[in-house]
């Protein structure tokens, strides 16, 4: 039976056929259809086109669901930097983030317990900085979304047990990041450019250094690795060091506190604008709020290597606790 299709169907399937998207092929399907005459003749063409639309819109949904299951490794940077804490399995990576942040990653002395990362913030000096619990790190377990969420880190704490082999540890899980082109920072090799090597700072903790007595163990492990990373004897049990390591992490940030100070009104310390070391007072301003460094006319600025509340230009580089007063 002839379908007697009109002129505007074939304009429309030409259009449909050029299509490049399956948003646009939807609509142009949908629009097709609706061209197609109603008669015994166009049944079996309108249902072919049905039953690709709808193929289509299935298509679509699918890829759309994908898109918003967003991966667990996938973790956004929050506060004043993200900081991944990595190492083998069962050297108390879990309980070192629970006794710094408010976080509740499951504690257990079995390997494995961490499933996937979780973040917690640590309080450091009025500033938040983002920790990131991870699954142990071994060659078993080599996760290539965990090893980018290591590359995309600020900063990583790599964390070995002093009780359980810790030379060892920290040997292999070393040439593990560097087989995988991560090499802590101060550790560069020639031609890491060439080879795409990704230089993080890392810091080594020294887990389980509960008191003292242990300290010489702790000694003999930096005399055996010599002095190719830096290390900090913790304890997550007893608590020894955590406000070192807090300091530590803010130092190696390398970030600035910097207060606003309102025209006429006091300084706001309970909450600083974080900026990393040598920022200016133009970018200050842009922190503040993005209309403010067009408007800029002075600043006013309190604190290091000036007097207090000394003019000065949208150059001028700022330092850790200095109170700044924008005048628009």
């Not at 499951?106 to 309080?123: K, S």
């Not at 389980?208 to 007595?213: A, G, P, Q, V």
Request: glycine share 6%.
């Amino acid at each position: 039976m002839p379908t007697n299709l009109p002129a505007e169907y074939y304009e429309v399937e030409e259009r449909y056929k050029a299509a490049t998207t399956t948003a646009d092929k939807i609509t142009l399907l949908e629009e097709l259809i609706s061209t197609i005459p109603k008669h015994k003749g166009t049944d079996k063409l309108r249902a072919d086109l049905r039953r690709r639309l709808s193929k289509l819109k299935t298509a679509a949904e699918t890829k759309k669901g994908a898109s918003q299951r967003k991966s667990p490794y996938s973790i956004d940077k929050e506060g004043a930097g993200q900081v991944a804490v990595i190492g083998p399995a069962n050297v108390g990576k879990s309980a070192l983030v629970a006794a710094l942040t408010s976080a509740n990653p499951e504690v257990a002395d079995y390997p494995f317990t961490t499933q996937i990362p979780m973040p917690g913030m640590m309080l450091v000096d009025n500033v938040q900085v983002q920790l990131v619990d991870t699954p142990p790190l071994s060659r078993d377990y080599a996760e290539p979304l965990l090893l980018d969420l290591i590359r995309r880190s600020d900063m990583v704490l790599l964390v070995i047990d002093l009780q359980a082999y810790p030379l060892e540890q920290l040997e292999e899980t070393l040439a593990l990041l560097q087989e995988n082109r991560i090499v802590p920072d101060h550790m560069q090799a020639e031609g890491a450019e060439e080879r795409r090597t990704t230089l993080v700072p890392l810091h080594v903790l020294v887990n389980k250094t509960d008191d003292e007595s242990l300290d010489g163990d702790f000694e003999a492990l930096c005399e055996l690795f010599g002095d190719e990373c830096p290390m900090l004897p913790v304890s997550a049990t007893t608590g020894r060091h955590l406000d070192d390591l807090r300091q530590l992490v803010y130092e190696r940030l390398d970030i600035i506190r910097v207060y606003s100070k309102p025209p006429g009104k006091d300084a706001d310390f309970s909450a600083p604008f974080v900026m990393k070391r040598g920022g200016t007072i133009e970018e200050f301003a842009s922190k503040v709020h993005k209309d403010f460094v067009e408007g800029l006319k002075s600043a006013r600025v309190w604190g290091t290597g000036v007097h207090d509340g000394q003019m000065v230009g949208r150059d001028h580089v700022l330092q850790d606790g200095d109170v700044v007063e924008l005048r628009l």
